[in-house]
């Protein structure tokens, strides 16, 4: 399938004093026109890594892409130059991260943070900008626009900040939007308001996104695909529905188990696996979560297992695993 973006076999390396990070691992999938996707791991699987190799952001060194392609609008992400990136970035890609980088600049009104990349993407005039930048934020819902454009952030609560963040992200109408956690911090009700708020620009811009988190109550109400990374790996992929009724990797199971049921309005965090995660400066040779898998058979310490269409699955639901999860479960008589 080819969509609006293409990644084939990403590999990211850190060069550290204490050796050699192994944090992505021959990533590959496509994003549909329209698509939302789910991204969800522990914590050190490369969520981030991923995403932030795609747009240029990895400080090279210690980071180094070692392999893949990155195909968006036709180029290759990985080969542009740093001024060809900058375009890309918040021009056709927005995103929203947690962190320091991307987040408000304190000196500066959230109106001209908002119109800086519609000035620079879009070429529009500092007065249109303005305009536009009034449009957004009545867009993501907040009230009385003329005035807030001209006040700082900290004049904002944490729930309309992440709004203006959003509302940069979207500014020149990006084909894609990424967000890497960005309502972790955000109490459970503001939480449901942004995501809602989401969906709704989604629906109105008919952009695709990448959604980043370890709440799979988000996952079941935003995403139409899942992608379940552990080790800096995509271990099982497919249709939402797919991936909470019928998972296929030990792990995915293990991380959907202790959830009531999916679907209520409340956050959950991912369920706590037994175990440590995988030693990204060592990785094992075979399955990197066959230590903590109770299912694990021989051949998953040997040899690392592709990720290819599950038996019997829905289309596009693929899972890395040796071995046969369902018939496991069934003989454990342990349905789910
Ligand atoms: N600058 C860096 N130098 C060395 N290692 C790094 C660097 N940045 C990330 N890593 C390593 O890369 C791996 C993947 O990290 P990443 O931030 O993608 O995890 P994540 O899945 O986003 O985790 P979280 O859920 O905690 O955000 C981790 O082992 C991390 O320690
Ligand atoms: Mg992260």
Same mark, same amino acid.
């Given at each position: 399938m080819s969509g609006i973006l293409d990644v084939s076999g990403l590999t990211v390396r850190f060069d550290t004093p204490a050796g050699t990070v192994?944090? #992505?691992?021959d990533v590959s999938y496509s994003l549909a026109d329209g698509e939302t996707l789910g991204v969800v791991g522990e914590s050190g699987s490369g969520k981030s890594v991923h995403v932030l190799a795609m747009l240029g952001l990895i400080a090279r060194p210690p980071g180094r892409i070692a392999g893949g392609s990155v195909t968006f609008g036709g180029r @290759?992400?990985?080969?542009?130059?740093e001024a060809e990136l900058r375009d890309v970035r918040g021009g056709q890609i927005g995103f929203v991260f947690q962190d320091p980088m991307t987040s408000l600049n304190p000196v500066l009104t959230v109106g001209r943070q908002i119109a800086e990349p519609v000035i620079r993407h879009r070429g529009l005039s500092p007065r249109q900008a303005w305009q536009r930048a009034a449009e957004l934020l009545d867009l993501v819902g907040i009230a009385d626009p003329e005035r807030r454009?001209?006040?700082? !952030?900290?004049?904002?609560?944490g729930g309309m900040r992440q709004r203006v963040m959003i509302a940069i992200a979207v500014a020149c109408n990006p084909k894609l939007l990424i967000a890497d956690e !960005?309502?972790?911090?955000?109490d459970v009700t503001v939480q449901a308001q942004i995501l809602g708020l989401v969906r709704d620009l989604k629906a109105r811009m008919g952009m695709s996104v990448i959604w980043i988190t370890h709440d799979m109550g988000v996952v079941a109400g935003l995403a139409d695909t899942v992608q379940v990374m552990y080790g800096g790996r995509i271990v099982e992929r497919g249709p939402v529905r797919a991936i909470f009724k019928d998972p296929r990797n030990a792990y995915t199971w293990g991380l959907l188990r202790a959830l009531p049921d999916h679907g209520q309005r409340v956050q959950r965090r991912l369920h706590q696996i037994e175990g440590q995660p995988p030693d990204l400066y060592a990785p094992p040779k075979? @399955? !990197?979560?066959a230590p903590r898998n109770p299912f694990a058979t021989p051949r998953c310490f040997e040899q690392i297992p592709p990720l290819v269409p599950a038996a019997?699955? #829905? !289309?596009?639901?693929l899972v890395a695993a040796w071995y046969d999860l369902p018939r496991l479960l069934a003989q454990r008589g342990d349905a789910r």
């Amino acid at each position: 399938m080819s969509g609006i973006l293409d990644v084939s076999g990403l590999t990211v390396r850190f060069d550290t004093p204490a050796g050699t990070v192994h944090a #992505v691992n021959d990533v590959s999938y496509s994003l549909a026109d329209g698509e939302t996707l789910g991204v969800v791991g522990e914590s050190g699987s490369g969520k981030s890594v991923h995403v932030l190799a795609m747009l240029g952001l990895i400080a090279r060194p210690p980071g180094r892409i070692a392999g893949g392609s990155v195909t968006f609008g036709g180029r @290759d992400l990985l080969t542009l130059s740093e001024a060809e990136l900058r375009d890309v970035r918040g021009g056709q890609i927005g995103f929203v991260f947690q962190d320091p980088m991307t987040s408000l600049n304190p000196v500066l009104t959230v109106g001209r943070q908002i119109a800086e990349p519609v000035i620079r993407h879009r070429g529009l005039s500092p007065r249109q900008a303005w305009q536009r930048a009034a449009e957004l934020l009545d867009l993501v819902g907040i009230a009385d626009p003329e005035r807030r454009l001209r006040q700082y !952030p900290h004049q904002f609560s944490g729930g309309m900040r992440q709004r203006v963040m959003i509302a940069i992200a979207v500014a020149c109408n990006p084909k894609l939007l990424i967000a890497d956690e !960005p309502t972790t911090a955000l109490d459970v009700t503001v939480q449901a308001q942004i995501l809602g708020l989401v969906r709704d620009l989604k629906a109105r811009m008919g952009m695709s996104v990448i959604w980043i988190t370890h709440d799979m109550g988000v996952v079941a109400g935003l995403a139409d695909t899942v992608q379940v990374m552990y080790g800096g790996r995509i271990v099982e992929r497919g249709p939402v529905r797919a991936i909470f009724k019928d998972p296929r990797n030990a792990y995915t199971w293990g991380l959907l188990r202790a959830l009531p049921d999916h679907g209520q309005r409340v956050q959950r965090r991912l369920h706590q696996i037994e175990g440590q995660p995988p030693d990204l400066y060592a990785p094992p040779k075979g @399955d !990197p979560f066959a230590p903590r898998n109770p299912f694990a058979t021989p051949r998953c310490f040997e040899q690392i297992p592709p990720l290819v269409p599950a038996a019997g699955a #829905v !289309p596009g639901h693929l899972v890395a695993a040796w071995y046969d999860l369902p018939r496991l479960l069934a003989q454990r008589g342990d349905a789910r």
